[in-house]
């Protein structure tokens, strides 16, 4: 049977279980916006490492705005290592998958989070 990710989570030690789901939600929520703005409606492909890393970053300032960065550091997440780190403790726990070609590496500094969560922060009204 396929743990929780609380049990994940706890487990691990190193994040909040919150900041698991957030994970989890964002990959959901930045293929979506993927499939939107650039794919056919039948057609699927695998997004890379820093395609979700950015995904999340805009998930996190759309939700919490000039807070992300103090939620994320909250929940463990100081980098987009940090992404990296949660999205291949999921995999390793069936909750995501990896296509042959990724890599831990590919969440490797792909933005600072002082630089976009605060210091080019852009208020974007909805």
Do not use: C
Not at 65 to 83: C, I, P, S, Y
């Amino acid at each position: 049977m396929k743990k929780t990710i609380q049990q994940i989570a706890r487990e691990d030690g190193r994040y909040d279980p919150k900041a698991l789901e957030f994970i989890y939600e964002g990959l959901g929520q930045t293929v979506a916006n993927l499939k939107k703005d650039q794919l056919p409606e039948t057609e699927s492909r695998h997004i890379t490492g820093q395609e979700l890393a950015w995904g999340l970053g805009d998930l996190a300032q759309q939700r919490w705005g000039r807070l992300a960065k103090l939620v994320l550091n909250q929940w463990g997440l100081h980098t987009t290592r940090d992404f990296g780190e949660i999205v291949y403790l999921m995999i390793g726990h069936n909750w995501m998958s990896a296509q042959e070609e990724d890599r831990i590496e590919d969440f490797d500094d792909v933005f600072d989070f002082e630089r976009v969560f605060e210091k080019e922060f852009r208020f974007e009204p909805q």
